[in-house]
């Protein structure tokens, strides 16, 4: 059984960002309270996970190099199974990636990393529900923190445009359903939209331009369905 609780983690991240206003998003610090704020929605949705949490079944942890028979990979967020100790099972996955310019170059980029960290996950475990979220920026006007691109004049687009179709984008990955299903594909994913143009507060994007919530990637529906795929997996 799945709760009907307010998701907060896309305002939360919106006020962290407001309270750390040009940081460095290739950074951990956003990633880990990103993580932490989806723990909390986790928590306060489904009670299957909470309990497992309370009871010690399942700890969250954050930033941790994810081993198969042959290479490791850092993930942001993995949910430990303790009781497969000795051997190290994550039960739930899931990697932050942010585009917050360039996004015709990122979204392709972010698109491949998606592909080769579920696949990385499910050849961890077959079982490990590999979920992803996509931060992207809104703003034209966004201005990197780095030294090389301040006072960088920007091309003008259509953003608008342009971030409906990444959204598209990500939105038409397939979805994984049962461990069976090809290692590639994410079990959940989720776009937050933002405008954030790096110097001034940011704002969440609820518009036509983010994910609506009859969408596959709207956040909600990103936390549900992995709950929902949780309660499958562990009957």
């Known amino acids: 059984m799945v709760l009907c609780a307010p998701m907060s983690a896309p305002g939360a991240y919106i006020d962290w960002i407001n309270a750390h206003l040009g940081f460095n998003p290739r950074g951990q610090k956003n990633s880990d309270a990103l993580s932490d704020f989806v723990v909390a929605d986790l928590r306060a949705t489904c009670p299957a996970l909470n309990s497992a949490f309370e009871n010690g079944v399942l700890v969250p942890r954050k930033n941790v190099n994810v081993r198969t028979k042959v290479v490791e990979r850092n993930v942001d967020l993995v949910i430990q199974r303790m009781g497969a100790l000795p051997e190290v099972l994550f039960s739930i996955a ?84 049962v461990p069976d299903d090809p290692s590639d594909q994410p079990e959940a994913l989720a776009v937050i939209v933002v405008d954030y143009d790096g110097v001034n507060p940011a704002t969440l994007v609820t518009d036509e331009r983010a994910p609506q919530p009859e969408h596959s990637v709207y956040y909600d529906n990103f936390i549900t369905r992995i709950c929902a795929l949780y309660g499958q997996r562990t009957k």
């Open 94 to 177: 899931v990697e932050h990636k942010t585009i917050m310019t360039a996004h015709g170059k990122a979204r392709k980029n972010r698109y491949g990393d998606i592909v080769a960290y579920s696949n990385h996950i499910h050849n961890h475990w077959r079982d490990c529900i590999a979920g992803a979220i996509v931060v992207m920026n809104s703003s034209l006007a966004y201005e990197n923190p780095d030294a090389f691109a301040q006072g960088l004049v920007r091309p003008q687009f259509e953003m608008a445009r342009i971030v409906k179709a990444t959204t598209a984008i990500f939105a038409g990955i397939p979805l994984r359903e």
